[in-house]
């Protein structure tokens, strides 16, 4: 069984970094239990997406741009698409980056005594990473992340275990969905921070790493379920360690810890930390792969992990986050530029899947049945309001 599982970790990991953790944070401090159905809608639609995404890679043996490039046969079209593809996920990974690190910074920071060795941490990680992808195969990075959502999710489910959450409520805010007063935004971002468009360019090409033909779409599936799904526990558990810390209002995920430590000791803090570190340091490494994957797709190049332009591409989004987070650097119309393409990219993407998964030319056997398209319409239509919304918030209007 465990042997099936691969590619879907580092989907997971992905999603679960410092910006999820941020918002299932703040959604329990302030709604309780109440917002959990909207974790679970997010991680179906995630399921949904990322399949397709998977098979698409597993059968096509070719990244998600690539097969776009092939099916597109309008010029102007492709161009456009291909344009939004790079510039959402190569320059907004490389905005984005350094808040990967600072997640990691943050939970690494509560196991080192000296104030003076703190403002290097940035740098310290920084190194680590790059030492990590510049000499890794598939394989090595496979296992690493496996036993870094392993970390992960045992922190964060133990910080949860230890608040003696009521599991009457639990599942009642899963199954019986609710909107308190002033939740909207809060649940379009917990859906936003979890159905990433990185990630499914970044899924399509690490199935192909991991199975050479067709014969392993019954793994794929079982992988991306296991994997998501796992990840969706992950964040649930945040989500109800918040909503027992005792403080009225937590700015950061460590609050909550510290306002856990009256009652559970310092272990609390401790197990935060521990999984805010594995979550900062995965997403960190998935975001600069995930950008290096689309270049690599979009130039035609063909080396794989081992191409040197491929390494430089990574290279340069945890450069951009380093040296971000190390001087304090805010590029805010950078970081606005990524938010609006990746706003764009999200409906664009769900439509392209899941008109390619609907084309026998390329899936054969393996197209879409009438209930996946009926999920991947549902989810197509709530991409659409997600980057109509996350557009919108940029250009100031909420």
Same mark, same amino acid.
């Given at each position: 069984?465990?042997?099936?599982?691969?590619?879907?970790?580092?989907?997971?990991?992905?999603?679960?970094?410092?910006?999820?953790?941020?918002?299932?944070?703040?959604?329990?401090?302030?709604?309780?239990?109440?917002?959990?159905?909207?974790?679970?809608?997010?991680?179906?639609?995630?399921?949904?997406?990322?399949?397709?995404?998977?098979?698409?890679?597993?059968?096509?043996?070719?990244?998600?741009?690539?097969?776009?490039?092939?099916?597109?046969?309008?010029?102007?079209?492709?161009?456009?698409?291909?344009?939004?593809?790079?510039?959402?996920?190569?320059?907004?990974?490389? *905005?984005?980056?350094?808040?990967?690190?600072?997640?990691?910074?943050?939970?690494?920071?509560?196991?080192?005594?000296?104030?003076?060795?703190?403002?290097?941490?940035?740098?310290?990680?920084?190194?680590?990473?790059?030492?990590?992808?510049?000499?890794?195969?598939?394989?090595?990075?496979?296992?690493?992340?496996?036993?870094?959502?392993?970390?992960?999710?045992?922190?964060?489910?133990?910080? *949860?275990?230890?608040?003696?959450?009521?599991?009457?409520?639990?599942?009642?805010?899963?199954?019986?969905?609710?909107?308190?007063?002033?939740?909207?935004?809060?649940?379009?971002?917990?859906?936003?921070?979890?159905?990433?468009?990185?990630?499914?360019?970044?899924?399509?090409?690490?199935?192909?790493?991991?199975?050479?033909?067709?014969?392993?779409?019954?793994?794929?599936?079982?992988?991306?379920?296991?994997?998501?799904?796992?990840?969706?526990?992950?964040?649930?558990?945040?989500?109800?360690? *918040?909503?027992?810390?005792?403080?009225?209002?937590?700015?950061?995920?460590?609050?909550?810890?510290?306002?856990?430590?009256?009652?559970?000791?310092?272990?609390?803090?401790?197990?935060?930390?521990?999984?805010?570190?594995?979550?900062?340091?995965?997403? *960190?490494?998935?975001?600069?792969?995930?950008?290096?994957?689309?270049?690599?797709?979009?130039?035609?190049?063909?080396?794989?992990?081992?191409?040197?332009?491929?390494?430089?591409?990574?290279?340069?989004?945890?450069?951009?986050?380093?040296?971000?987070?190390?001087?304090?650097?805010?590029?805010?119309?950078?970081?606005?530029?990524?938010?609006?393409?990746?706003?764009?990219?999200?409906?664009?993407?769900?439509?392209?899947?899941?008109?390619?998964?609907?084309?026998?030319?390329?899936?054969?056997?393996?197209?879409?049945?009438?209930?996946?398209?009926?999920?991947?319409?549902?989810?197509?239509?709530?991409?659409?309001?997600?980057?109509?919304?996350?557009?919108?918030?940029?250009?100031?209007?909420?």
């Amino acid at each position: 069984m465990f042997k099936k599982i691969g590619p879907g970790v580092l989907v997971a990991a992905a999603f679960v970094g410092p910006g999820t953790i941020a918002m299932c944070t703040l959604a329990g401090a302030r709604f309780g239990y109440a917002l959990i159905w909207a974790l679970a809608v997010s991680i179906l639609a995630t399921i949904v997406l990322q399949g397709m995404a998977g098979r698409i890679g597993v059968v096509t043996q070719s990244g998600l741009v690539d097969v776009v490039r092939q099916e597109l046969k309008v010029p102007w079209m492709k161009k456009t698409v291909i344009t939004v593809v790079l510039a959402a996920i190569l320059i907004g990974n490389a *905005a984005y980056e350094a808040g990967n690190i600072g997640g990691a910074t943050l939970g690494l920071e509560q196991f080192v005594g000296q104030e003076w060795a703190k403002p290097y941490l940035p740098m310290l990680i920084g190194i680590f990473i790059f030492l990590l992808l510049w000499f890794s195969t598939y394989k090595i990075l496979e296992r690493i992340f496996v036993g870094l959502v392993g970390i992960m999710g045992a922190s964060f489910v133990l910080c *949860a275990i230890i608040t003696k959450p009521s599991l009457t409520e639990i599942t009642k805010g899963m199954f019986v969905p609710s909107l308190p007063e002033g939740s909207l935004f809060t649940v379009i971002a917990l859906v936003g921070t979890t159905v990433v468009p990185y990630n499914l360019f970044l899924h399509a090409s690490l199935v192909k790493e991991k199975w050479k033909s067709e014969t392993g779409i019954k793994e794929v599936k079982w992988d991306t379920i296991v994997s998501i799904a796992l990840g969706g526990i992950v964040s649930i558990a945040i989500l109800v360690t *918040a909503s027992a810390a005792p403080i009225a209002n937590v700015d950061q995920v460590l609050d909550m810890a510290k306002g856990l430590e009256p009652l559970f000791g310092k272990m609390a803090v401790y197990f935060m930390s521990v999984g805010l570190l594995a979550a900062g340091i995965t997403s *960190a490494i998935t975001a600069p792969l995930a950008a290096a994957y689309v270049a690599s797709s979009c130039f035609g190049w063909s080396g794989g992990m081992q191409d040197k332009r491929f390494k430089w591409t990574w290279a340069f989004v945890l450069f951009c986050g380093v040296v971000s987070l190390s001087f304090d650097i805010k590029p805010i119309e950078v970081i606005q530029f990524a938010q609006v393409a990746n706003g764009l990219l999200l409906p664009i993407m769900a439509l392209l899947l899941l008109w390619v998964v609907n084309k026998r030319s390329v899936m054969g056997q393996f197209k879409n049945t009438m209930l996946q398209n009926a999920f991947g319409l549902a989810i197509v239509l709530f991409s659409i309001f997600l980057g109509i919304k996350s557009i919108l918030k940029v250009a100031g209007v909420f």
